[in-house]
């Protein structure tokens, strides 16, 4: 037993008062994924953002958690659609315990907004009943804690969110229950980002929330959400990612497509507990060709990310090095096959050609066109001539025999 709790306990008869629940945020229902041209498969990416609902469900039960915490973001914009909005409440209604969220940057809470409309209150009324939205910035008492909101009420905001919590008269707030602060933005001492599709661009100054202001002795835990990674910033204070990851890596030690389970009581250090929900996988890989060898290098490895999954994996691969005029065709076959099989293949960096002996034999020696022989011959003797290998004409004349081989062989 902490010094703090013998104290406590001296004082107070009321019983401390542990609280398990889940803490979550970011889930940017509705996000477009534009950068997807088939509509089939960013439908499957917007669907798993509704699917993992369940999942968080599922996982809420099985840890007999008390309640469940949105920090923020809930929706990818502050006016989704009517009909995403009805889905998420019915799977929000079948958690079966008080789940509480505010608004983040995202879905921000300003008058115009989905929160203020008259079909979300009636569906919420009518499908949720244990959705409650905290708009304002006042304690809000539960029957396991006591929870201190910090909506966003516009996308950007130059004012800390959690600025009221310095005037609050602590000794009307119960001695008992863990005393939870639920907040969206980024802290001074690491900022958060706006995630777009693929692409990270720091924040601004917006919505910064300065931690070392905040009467942390009377606070249990600090529920963040924004960035978009798993993230502890001290003992009391996390970031849980993303429930369903919307990004490729940015890093080994970044870890997405998870909910965090909380045990805190008064005066305890929180227990965090990881529990992994997402489902579509995305990688990052590098890759450089040094022969036509490592096209089989780049399938298996690609195979053992993918294990075989069918529009369930989205890659990204910066690519360099060269390869055979063959090898390049096989490369290309590679990657058509990809695409079918992947929700996205995005290729970064390039993959050059470079004909080797026996390919400009080929071509120097067609006897059946003398013309492309000529041709083929004046080309290789100007590559031979290039002092600078990679300069830009040097490139230019690999492309023209690259070109002339691909109409020149069959198949």
Not at 201 to 210: E, M, P, T
Not at 383 to 408: G, H, N, W
Request: aromatic content about 6%; hydrophobic content about 35%.
């Amino acid at each position: 037993m902490t010094d703090n709790r013998k104290e406590y306990l001296k004082k107070n008869r009321e019983p401390l008062k542990l609280a398990r629940f889940i803490h979550t945020a970011d889930w940017q229902i509705g996000k477009p994924y534009l950068q997807i041209k088939d509509n089939e498969k960013r439908f499957k990416l917007k669907r798993e953002r509704i699917d993992v609902i369940s999942r968080i469900r599922n996982e809420a039960q099985r840890q007999a958690a008390q309640f469940i915490l949105i920090a923020g973001d809930l929706f990818d914009s502050p006016t989704p659609s009517i009909s995403s909005v009805t889905e998420v409440l019915e799977a929000i209604g079948e958690i079966g315990i008080p789940v509480l969220t505010i608004p983040g940057n995202h879905d921000h809470g300003a008058l115009g907004t989905i929160w203020h409309s008259d079909d979300f209150k009636k569906y919420q009324k009518e499908m949720a009943p244990n959705l409650q939205l905290l708009l304002d910035r006042e304690p809000i008492e539960i029957e396991h804690a006591v929870i201190l909101p910090c909506p966003l009420l516009r996308n950007k905001d130059n004012t800390d969110p959690t600025l009221w919590l310095r005037e609050v008269d602590w000794r009307k707030i119960s001695s008992s229950k863990p005393r939870i602060v639920l907040a969206h933005g980024a802290v001074n001492d690491f900022k958060g980002c706006d995630y777009a599709f693929d692409d990270e661009a720091q924040s601004d100054a917006n919505n910064l929330i300065n931690l070392n202001s905040l009467p942390i002795n009377e606070i249990d835990y600090v529920a963040l959400g924004d960035w978009h990674n798993l993230k502890q910033v001290n003992d009391k204070t996390w970031y849980p990612g993303t429930p369903e990851p919307d990004r490729f890596n940015q890093g080994e030690k970044n870890q997405r497509g998870q909910i965090l389970q909380i045990d805190v009581s008064r005066t305890s250090r929180p227990k965090v507990k990881t529990i992994p929900t997402g489902r579509i996988k995305w990688h990052n890989i590098c890759f450089r060709f040094n022969n036509d060898e490592d096209l089989s290098r780049l399938a298996r490895q690609i195979e053992e990310l993918t294990a075989g999954r069918i529009a369930r994996d989205l890659l990204r691969i910066e690519i360099s090095g060269r390869l055979s005029l063959s090898g390049h065709k096989r490369y290309q076959s590679l990657k058509e096959d990809l695409e079918n099989k992947l929700l996205r293949l995005r290729i970064k960096g390039e993959c050059h050609q470079a004909p080797e002996s026996n390919e400009l034999e080929e071509l120097t020696r067609n006897i059946e066109n003398p013309l492309i022989s000529q041709v083929a011959s004046q080309l290789q003797e100007r590559l031979i001539k290039e002092e600078d290998k990679d300069s830009e004409q040097a490139s230019i004349t690999r492309v023209a025999l690259c070109e002339l081989y691909r109409f020149a062989v069959k198949g």
